[in-house]
């Protein structure tokens, strides 16, 4: 069973790191298996805005475009995608970030003899899609350039991938294991109420 850190702490408040989490719930019977660290897919790529998008002088595929990235000047990315146009939030890896899903660490390049700062990305290049068609664009339209595309993205999580045996049914869904984090911690478990429903009994006419 895959657990998110970010939802587990919506119903058990705690404070552990992950690995010491997954090492207190191995303690305890259930064996964590895997330990998905998703900040690691995304850190350094930030929110840039396009001001500029014009067509590369020495490659029809291209596009040489002006991105703010909440610096004092703009800078110069190169980019391939079809559906990359000005006035539009997109994902930026800035220059030394490391994309793990491709295994490439930003560095300032040349493409076709123009010089790119950074990568616009695609959901791909960040690891949340097999394959993408374009760069990611975000829909929202109240962004700041140069802010941490990772909450945008559901990427400033942790998931725990738990094995539970067979006698603990309990701990086949994210309550189950929320009561199980606080027994295990002592910390405070906040299990929001069940809404009741009201069930209209049909009549005959």
Not at 64 to 72: N, P, S, T
Not at 101 to 112: F, G, Q, S
Not at 114 to 140: D, N, W, Y
């Amino acid at each position: 069973m895959r657990i998110s850190l970010n939802w587990l702490r919506e119903l058990v408040d705690f404070d552990l790191e992950p690995e010491v989490l997954a090492q207190t719930l191995t303690l305890a019977g259930f064996e964590v298996e895997e330990i998905e660290d998703r900040r690691a897919w995304a850190n350094g790529v930030v929110v840039g805005r396009v001001l500029e998008c014009q067509s590369h002088p020495n490659a029809d595929k291209l596009s040489v475009c002006q991105v703010d990235l909440g610096g004092a000047e703009p800078v110069t990315i190169v980019c391939g995608a079809a559906n990359v146009r000005s006035q539009i939030f997109v994902p930026v890896a800035t220059l030394g970030t490391y994309l793990p899903a491709i295994d490439l660490k930003l560095k300032p390049t040349k493409l076709r003899g123009v010089r790119s700062e950074g990568m616009i990305c695609s959901l791909a290049e960040l690891g949340l899609e097999k394959e993408s068609q374009g760069i990611h664009t975000f829909p929202q339209t109240d962004l700041q350039p140069g802010q941490d595309v990772r909450p945008l993205l559901g990427l400033d999580d942790v998931i725990l991938d738990l094995t539970s045996t067979a006698n603990r049914a309990d701990a086949l869904s994210l309550v189950g294991v929320a009561r199980e984090v606080a027994a295990l911690t002592g910390a405070k478990l906040t299990i929001p109420p069940v809404p009741s429903l009201e069930i209209q009994e049909k009549t005959e006419d």
